[in-house]
């Protein structure tokens, strides 16, 4: 079969899995809880919260910890950073990070990194973590006053770090992959992502209705600094969309050719997210343009990543006392057009989840409410299970 006729034959399979999506609740695989040594107590078990999982070289790198200053398990730094081995079906404790939270993972020019989310030292340095060849990992703790580093990404042959200062938001550049760095600062708030469009490069901090002077997202200049584009406002970056008074970041955002998909989240609990919505954007002679894409019967959207030309997304809803987990792909030139391929019910939603050997791996997590005002029903005993279906690829 040649390549057009396995692209009509993979959009037949989506369109006829919306149909007949399976309900492959039988068919969840419990696969381990690698942090439940660590945090034990019922309270702790929030810090199992499978805030990101990765594929690299074959295996699966797994994130955790809290670095919220309030509500349960707060500040749970050090961590052991575990990594899952499917050929062997064990998991093993690679490094001892030295943060608070392991938020997410980047794979860099083919290298795997860790933002420091909440250094446990001293505020006078953040700290980058970097997997070398023999599978050890080098601890750069040389981002001057990073209290926070919240995301990371390259762009012409420089490292780029959103960070949170102690004056506030700024930009860390670096020419040498992180062996030194030039602090930009951005006014107030935190830079929680980058965004990608084109050959354009965009600094996100927090989104917030205000009629104040104020800028969401600043664009990189060929002379190094970043502009303010007070034109992409919450209601550019997050259209149709009602909100409500919290402030909004834009979280799993995922680039390629001129467009990139992203869920809206709001920000709670200091520095965790809770999605309200998933958008695609573009940039047409530098304007920006966002949709947003829908999810039937009120689904929320918790995950995206990409293979080749589909896209999967992660979703859940609740559904009597137990939480209905949905995946759905699309192709990335129709991101509009989302079919489901399986759902599953669950006793907690899954946080984050990846795509190994024909394998999806799901992360759990749980949520509770802001700051001291969590309740401890709302710390599920799943917190932390990662699972797995085997899904029969096309």
């Not at 006729?5 to 309900?23: E, Q, R, V």
């Not at 929320?300 to 006392?321: M, N």
């Not at 190994?356 to 997590?365: H, K, T």
Request: glycine share 6%; proline share 3%.
């Amino acid at each position: 079969m040649n390549n057009l006729g396995l692209k009509l034959f993979f959009i037949l399979y989506l369109s006829l899995s919306t149909l007949f999506a399976k309900d492959v609740t039988q068919n969840i695989e419990y696969v381990g809880n690698p942090h439940a040594t660590l945090f034990q107590t019922k309270e702790a078990t929030y810090s199992r919260n499978v805030w990101d999982l990765q594929v690299y070289e074959n295996l699966l790198f797994i994130g955790a910890g809290n670095s919220a200053n309030e509500g349960p398990s707060k500040n749970s730094g050090n961590l052991n950073l575990y990594v899952y081995n499917p050929k062997t079906n064990v998991f093993n404790s690679e490094a001892i990070i030295y943060d608070d939270q392991i938020d997410i993972f980047k794979v860099l020019q083919n290298q795997l990194f860790i933002p420091g989310h909440d250094a446990t030292g001293s505020w006078e340095w953040g700290n980058i973590y970097l997997r070398s060849a023999n599978q050890k990992w080098q601890m750069y703790r040389n981002l001057p006053h990073a209290l926070h580093i919240y995301d990371l990404t390259l762009h012409e042959n420089k490292l780029f770090a959103g960070v949170g200062l102690n004056e506030g938001a700024a930009v860390g550049v670096s020419s040498d992959l992180g062996k030194s760095w030039k602090i930009t600062p951005l006014g107030e708030s935190r830079v929680y992502s980058f965004l990608h469009l084109g050959n354009e490069l965009f600094a996100l901090k927090k989104f917030k209705t205000t009629s104040q002077p104020y800028f969401s997202v600043a664009q990189y200049q060929k002379d190094g600094s970043f502009m303010p584009r007070f034109d992409i406002s919450i209601y550019d970056m997050f259209p149709d969309t009602k909100f409500d008074i919290k402030y909004s970041r834009a979280t799993r955002i995922i680039s390629f050719e001129d467009k990139a998909v992203y869920l809206g989240a709001y920000k709670y609990n200091s520095h965790q997210t809770k999605p309200f919505g998933l958008y695609v954007a573009s940039l047409s002679k530098n304007k920006f343009n966002a949709k947003r894409i829908e999810l039937k019967d009120g689904y929320t959207p918790r995950d995206i990543i990409k293979r080749e030309d589909t896209l999967y997304i992660l979703a859940s809803k609740k559904s009597g006392e137990s939480v209905n987990i949905q995946v759905l792909a699309c192709g990335i030139h129709d991101v509009t057009n989302l079919n489901v391929l399986f759902s599953f019910n669950y006793n907690s939603f899954a946080r984050s989840f990846e795509l190994l050997d024909g394998s999806f791996y799901f992360g759990i997590g749980s949520d509770v409410d802001e700051g001291d005002v969590w309740k401890m029903e709302d710390i599920k005993k799943e917190t932390g299970n990662i699972l797995r279906y085997r899904w029969e690829k096309i």
